[in-house]
């Protein structure tokens, strides 16, 4: 072979690839439908997954994966002890197992103190936890439908302790522990010379303009003018707002139209029109490559909120496209009520901090912001440590963030007597004033265990993530409590059948909740974990933070102009987006860069770079880069809070009116669906509502009956039309 003929034999492959993703999109749709027809059909009360999965050509153990309601017996039952002369079981054979090297069993735990907290509920006489239920069961018991998942992250290799084996098809994936011996104590520090410290210089504002490619207005400053967008390509935006406004304006912010998914229709994906879109050569114009110390470059290819950068050929201008939906749902409002929105959120911080600036991303803003509150003088003057990078992996794989689950029937009634929401104000803010600082101490099994039981009580109550194992107790009839890893990346379930054992990583108060739960004290086994100091390192942010909230709120709740009303209460939702976003950058998922290169130039493409969207000119791709050394990351306060917010939806405390309210505090069999800060419920609660952070706001409320739902859609169309419903009983009106 000589070089032309490699040269077009490479043209052939690069030709076959296209025809391969193309032919990926379309088995991928189908899939998609053949999972929604499994999760239909098991929703019939005879349905079994033996007779499924030969009519949908997959095992037992990919319809189980898609309907855990249809798991055997076998998996759902629980665990017993080993019969003296064991014989196969015939109705298990079907279903894969992993080998037996890839689940050890853990060493012995420490049992964890039961922890009384307020009034019990009487629990079943035969709530005392089994001593037979000492054999891990597979916690795929767990009956929430897989429509709602937990939101997925970028692909992460495993920390070095974790089975490098995959979890088998349909199994709960594996979590990785800390190592033994010397090297789990170097996974326990701090990362060389990285901390968090007080900025020493001001940022600099941009000048922004605010559109809506659907009509073509336009708002900078005081002036708002009409625009011909012609197709509204990126092209067609930046030759219009530069042919009418100053060359100044340094972002866009997109409020309505989303021009991004103009051509949808002719890609396979999403992402693909997206990349497409943002990639467009524009005559004039090329993909930004940064300024100074600022790195911000290329473009951000997101879905629904991407990010286009970019720089005028030959000269030193540079313009950020951006949605504005990255810091609240417009509502319908026009681009000067959300021009007003943004002047009245930046006067809410300027009370707290003087140099305060608005930024692109309510993440990067709300980091920014809390750098500003670093001590300058005591303790942590000198910075907050940031910890080691396998520790930041440890926490990425097993600290999960707001819990999403969809109960089916027949777990709640195929008729729903009715489906209330309750929705936690600024839920995330209740969780700030008690964080972990300084260096963690490991707690082994065996130091747990030579603790006091007042000793061990004071470390749950304090800052920890713990590995546990749990048994669910006998005669528990309710929702489950601690969340354990299930099928798939980053997804999470809570097993809630009697008798089930599992082990996971979870949080001080999702631990506390489950040995103080209102119902019976689960049991739960201490076999690892780590232990902070109780610091305060958010609590001066959020008071901020939650005191700006309160302004803004109070103005959309009195002003008496309607559309300062609604300019005030969509700065409120920016300043909960503000901490929302602030919170979840400290977790510092791991990095994955996207780019994009010109098809002439392929063999630029980094070799270990994956591609994901294509057109006539350019391929996108996107390959991991794992941790960076951000100064910022600080996993462990993103996991506590993820973790206090996840207890108080199932219990949490109002100490004002001396009453418990969340989902354990409703009857058994009422809970629908959790969806982050929300529980949907049967019927309504007699829960206190004075509209403070944390507190259960009824937003919704469907009169019955009503099908009860089966997918995420379903339950997101329910959602709206009690919120709608609601709406109209409280106001005597339309909505």
Not at 20 to 28: L, T
Not at 30 to 46: H, P
Not at 437 to 449: E, H, L, M, S
């Given at each position: 072979?000589?070089?032309?003929?490699?040269?077009?034999?490479?043209?052939?492959?690069?030709?076959?690839?296209?025809?391969?993703?193309?032919?990926?999109?379309?088995?991928?749709?189908?899939?998609?439908?053949?999972?929604?027809?499994?999760?239909?059909?098991?929703?019939?009360?005879?349905?079994?997954?033996?007779?499924?999965a030969p009519a949908a050509g997959m095992s037992l153990a990919e319809v189980v994966a898609i309907a855990p309601i249809l798991a055997p017996d076998s998996l759902t039952a629980p665990a017993q002890p080993a019969p003296t002369s064991p014989a196969p079981d015939v109705h298990a054979q079907p279903v894969e197992e992993p080998p037996a090297a890839q689940t050890p069993e853990p060493a012995p735990g420490a049992a964890a103190p039961p922890m009384a907290r307020g009034p019990r509920t009487p629990a079943p006489a035969d709530a005392a936890p089994s001593a037979t239920a000492q054999v891990e069961a597979p916690p795929a018991t767990d009956h929430a439908a897989p429509a709602a998942k937990a939101p997925a992250a970028a692909p992460q290799p495993p920390p070095a302790s974790a089975p490098s084996s995959l979890a088998v098809a349909g199994l709960p994936r594996p979590l990785p522990s800390l190592?033994?011996?010397?090297?789990?104590?170097?996974?326990?520090?701090?990362?060389?010379?990285?901390?968090?410290?007080?900025?020493?210089?001001?940022?600099?504002?941009?000048?922004?303009?605010?559109?809506?490619?659907?009509?073509?207005?336009?708002?900078?400053?005081?002036?708002?003018?009409?625009?011909?967008?012609?197709?509204?390509?990126?092209?067609?935006?930046?030759?219009?707002?530069?042919?009418?406004?100053?060359?100044?304006?340094?972002?866009?912010?997109?409020?309505?139209?989303?021009?991004?998914?103009?051509?949808?229709?002719?890609?396979?994906?999403?992402?693909?029109?997206?990349?497409?879109?943002?990639?467009?050569?524009?005559?004039?114009?090329?993909?930004?490559?940064?300024?100074?110390?600022?790195?911000?470059?290329?473009?951000?290819?997101?879905?629904?909120?991407?990010?286009?950068?970019?720089?005028?050929?030959?000269?030193?201008?540079?313009?950020?496209?951006?949605?504005?939906?990255?810091?609240?749902?417009?509502?319908?409002?026009?681009?000067?009520?959300?021009?007003?929105?943004?002047?009245?959120?930046?006067?809410?911080?300027?009370?707290?901090?003087?140099?305060?600036?608005?930024?692109?991303?309510?993440?990067?803003?709300?980091?920014?912001?809390?750098?500003?509150?670093?001590?300058?003088?005591?303790?942590?003057?000198?910075?907050?440590?940031?910890?080691?990078?396998?520790?930041?992996?440890?926490?990425?794989?097993?600290?999960?963030?707001?819990?999403?689950?969809?109960?089916?029937?027949?777990?709640?009634?195929?008729?729903?007597?009715?489906?209330?929401?309750?929705?936690?104000?600024?839920?995330?803010?209740?969780?700030?004033?008690?964080?972990?600082?300084?260096?963690?101490?490991?707690?082994?099994?065996?130091?747990?265990?030579?603790?006091?039981?007042?000793?061990?009580?004071?470390?749950?109550?304090?800052?920890?993530?713990?590995?546990?194992?749990?048994?669910?107790?006998?005669?528990?009839?309710?929702?489950?409590?601690?969340?354990?890893?299930?099928?798939?990346?980053?997804?999470?379930?809570?097993?809630?059948?009697?008798?089930?054992?599992?082990?996971?990583?979870?949080?001080?108060?999702?631990?506390?909740?489950?040995?103080?739960?209102?119902?019976?004290?689960?049991?739960?086994?201490?076999?690892?974990?780590?232990?902070?100091?109780?610091?305060?390192?958010?609590?001066?942010?959020?008071?901020?933070?939650?005191?700006?909230?309160?302004?803004?709120?109070?103005?959309?709740?009195?002003?008496?102009?309607?559309?300062?009303?609604?300019?005030?209460?969509?700065?409120?939702?920016?300043?909960?987006?503000?901490?929302?976003?602030?919170?979840?950058?400290?977790?510092?998922?791991?990095?994955?860069?996207?780019?994009?290169?010109?098809?002439?130039?392929?063999?630029?493409?980094?070799?270990?770079?994956?591609?994901?969207?294509?057109?006539?000119?350019?391929?996108?791709?996107?390959?991991?880069?794992?941790?960076?050394?951000?100064?910022?990351?600080?996993?462990?306060?993103?996991?506590?809070?993820?973790?206090?917010?996840?207890?108080?939806?199932?219990?949490?405390?109002?100490?004002?009116?001396?009453?418990?309210?969340?989902?354990?505090?409703?009857?058994?069999?009422?809970?629908?669906?959790?969806?982050?800060?929300?529980?949907?419920?049967?019927?309504?609660?007699?829960?206190?509502?004075?509209?403070?952070?944390?507190?259960?706001?009824?937003?919704?409320?469907?009169?019955?009956?009503?099908?009860?739902?089966?997918?995420?859609?379903?339950?997101?169309?329910?959602?709206?039309?009690?919120?709608?419903?609601?709406?109209?009983?409280?106001?005597?009106?339309?909505?």
């Amino acid at each position: 072979m000589d070089s032309k003929a490699y040269t077009a034999a490479l043209a052939e492959l690069r030709t076959l690839r296209d025809e391969i993703k193309k032919k990926q999109a379309e088995v991928a749709k189908l899939e998609t439908e053949r999972a929604r027809r499994v999760t239909a059909l098991a929703g019939y009360e005879k349905a079994k997954a033996e007779r499924i999965a030969p009519a949908a050509g997959m095992s037992l153990a990919e319809v189980v994966a898609i309907a855990p309601i249809l798991a055997p017996d076998s998996l759902t039952a629980p665990a017993q002890p080993a019969p003296t002369s064991p014989a196969p079981d015939v109705h298990a054979q079907p279903v894969e197992e992993p080998p037996a090297a890839q689940t050890p069993e853990p060493a012995p735990g420490a049992a964890a103190p039961p922890m009384a907290r307020g009034p019990r509920t009487p629990a079943p006489a035969d709530a005392a936890p089994s001593a037979t239920a000492q054999v891990e069961a597979p916690p795929a018991t767990d009956h929430a439908a897989p429509a709602a998942k937990a939101p997925a992250a970028a692909p992460q290799p495993p920390p070095a302790s974790a089975p490098s084996s995959l979890a088998v098809a349909g199994l709960p994936r594996p979590l990785p522990s800390l190592p033994e011996g010397p090297e789990g104590d170097r996974w326990v520090g701090h990362a060389a010379n990285l901390a968090s410290t007080r900025p020493n210089f001001t940022q600099q504002a941009r000048s922004t303009a605010f559109l809506d490619t659907a009509t073509g207005m336009l708002v900078y400053r005081d002036q708002t003018v009409r625009l011909d967008l012609a197709s509204a390509s990126a092209g067609d935006i930046l030759q219009a707002v530069f042919h009418t406004v100053p060359e100044g304006v340094e972002r866009i912010y997109i409020t309505e139209g989303d021009p991004w998914h103009r051509e949808a229709g002719r890609y396979p994906f999403l992402r693909d029109a997206v990349a497409a879109w943002l990639n467009a050569p524009i005559e004039g114009w090329r993909t930004d490559t940064g300024r100074g110390k600022d790195r911000m470059a290329g473009h951000f290819v997101h879905a629904r909120h991407p990010v286009g950068r970019y720089q005028r050929e030959g000269a030193d201008q540079h313009v950020e496209i951006r949605s504005v939906g990255e810091w609240f749902d417009p509502d319908g409002a026009d681009p000067t009520t959300i021009r007003d929105a943004f002047v009245l959120l930046w006067k809410a911080l300027r009370a707290h901090w003087p140099d305060a600036v608005i930024m692109g991303s309510p993440s990067q803003t709300g980091r920014d912001l809390w750098t500003r509150t670093i001590p300058a003088r005591g303790q942590f003057s000198e910075g907050y440590p940031v910890l080691s990078e396998e520790l930041r992996g440890l926490l990425h794989a097993t600290a999960g963030q707001g819990r999403t689950e969809l109960i089916t029937p027949p777990d709640v009634p195929d008729q729903l007597p009715a489906l209330v929401e309750y929705d936690r104000t600024f839920a995330y803010a209740k969780h700030t004033w008690k964080s972990p600082v300084g260096t963690p101490r490991r707690i082994t099994a065996a130091t747990f265990a030579s603790w006091s039981e007042k000793e061990q009580t004071k470390a749950l109550f304090g800052c920890g993530h713990w590995q546990v194992r749990v048994t669910v107790p006998n005669g528990w009839n309710h929702v489950g409590i601690l969340p354990a890893p299930a099928p798939g990346e980053r997804a999470w379930h809570y097993p809630r059948t009697p008798g089930t054992t599992f082990t996971t990583w979870a949080g001080g108060p999702e631990v506390h909740t489950a040995l103080s739960n209102p119902l019976a004290p689960w049991k739960v086994e201490i076999l690892d974990g780590l232990l902070w100091e109780d610091g305060k390192p958010l609590d001066d942010w959020s008071r901020k933070l939650k005191e700006a909230w309160a302004s803004l709120s109070a103005q959309a709740d009195l002003h008496g102009d309607p559309t300062h009303r609604q300019a005030a209460h969509l700065a409120s939702r920016a300043v909960r987006s503000l901490l929302l976003y602030g919170i979840g950058s400290f977790a510092q998922r791991p990095r994955t860069v996207t780019g994009t290169t010109p098809r002439t130039a392929e063999r630029d493409i980094p070799a270990d770079a994956e591609i994901i969207g294509f057109d006539d000119d350019h391929v996108t791709w996107q390959r991991p880069t794992g941790f960076s050394r951000d100064p910022n990351a600080h996993p462990e306060w993103a996991a506590t809070i993820w973790s206090g917010a996840r207890a108080a939806l199932l219990s949490m405390r109002m100490r004002d009116d001396n009453t418990h309210v969340g989902a354990l505090h409703a009857p058994p069999g009422t809970v629908v669906a959790f969806r982050t800060d929300a529980v949907y419920l049967t019927a309504p609660q007699n829960w206190p509502y004075h509209g403070q952070p944390g507190e259960y706001l009824n937003k919704g409320h469907l009169t019955g009956p009503v099908p009860a739902p089966t997918t995420e859609d379903e339950l997101l169309a329910l959602r709206d039309a009690g919120r709608t419903a609601f709406h109209r009983t409280r106001t005597g009106g339309d909505a």
